[in-house]
């Protein structure tokens, strides 16, 4: 099964408009952390926002915040005011709390493109 | 530096040729891992080090795929007798400690190979 599941595989946006980009996720784990990366065309994975499954609010970083909605599992990232420069791929990933489970698990990603 | 540095940033090797790519993550970070990133996908785990030891290879797709770090800082990935079907970006990450909580993980540019 997989672990993180990204369903859009493209969206659109209007420059300064809203955009919620979606994650599901699936562990036994009680504790668990939710990762967003940025990767533009560069290649390079941009780390933008962490969610811990203990954490009780959600998690904000300037204009993106995670909807942590933990009883569906789902961590979706809300990007506010949208940029032509926020155009890139996005990348949902969980990290597993088992000791000796340190990598991340990432989604297939979602492409976003910011029309003017 | 300033971030994860990744060379070379681009390689072409001939099928069965060995290639290595070295990875120099951000000065003082215990944790350094490698990922492979299939064109469209997402990153997928090769590879984790906790200064020069390798805690966590499981993701290495075969014998062909050989990494290090003997000093506990830069690291290198070594692939034997390249197929095409490793044609890939290769991804360093490294974190300052256990990525448990909210340790960031910081990605590099990655190595991007093709195999002709």
């Known amino acids: 099964a997989q672990k993180i599941t990204q369903t859009q595989p493209g969206m659109f946006v209007q420059e300064k408009e809203a955009v919620t980009l979606d994650c599901t996720y699936d562990?036994?784990?009680?504790?668990?952390?939710l990762f967003w990366y940025k990767q533009p065309s560069s290649g390079e994975m941009i780390f933008l926002i962490y969610?811990?499954?203990?954490?009780?609010q959600n998690a904000t970083e300037g204009r993106y915040s995670l909807n942590f909605q933990k009883a569906r599992k789902s961590a979706n990232l809300v990007i506010s005011a949208s940029q032509l420069g926020d155009s890139a791929m996005y990348f949902c990933?969980?990290?597993?709390?088992?000791?000796?489970?340190?990598?991340?698990?990432f989604g297939s990603g979602t492409r976003l493109q910011v029309q003017p | 530096g300033a971030g994860v540095s990744q060379s070379p940033r681009y390689k072409v090797a001939k099928r069965g040729q060995d290639v290595a790519l070295r990875c120099d993550p951000i000065?003082?970070?215990?944790?350094l891992f490698w990922y492979q990133q299939a064109l469209g996908q997402g990153p997928e785990f090769l590879t984790y080090?906790?200064?020069?030891?390798?805690?966590?290879k499981s993701g290495l797709p075969s014998d062909r795929f050989f990494a290090e770090r003997p000093e506990g800082s830069v690291s290198t990935l070594k692939i034997q007798r390249t197929q095409q079907e490793d044609s890939a970006v290769y991804l360093c990450?490294?974190?300052?400690?256990?990525?448990?909580?909210?340790?960031?993980?910081?990605f590099g540019e990655g190595s991007w190979l093709t195999v002709v």
């Open positions: 000065s003082g970070h215990v944790s």
């Open positions: 080090f906790q200064n020069e030891a390798q805690l966590d």
């Open positions: 990933a969980m990290r597993e709390g088992r000791p000796g489970r340190r990598a991340l698990t």
């Open positions: 990450a490294s974190s300052l400690g256990w990525t448990g909580g909210g340790n960031t993980i910081y």
């Open positions: 562990t036994s784990d009680q504790s668990y952390g």
């Open positions: 969610q811990g499954s203990y954490d009780e």
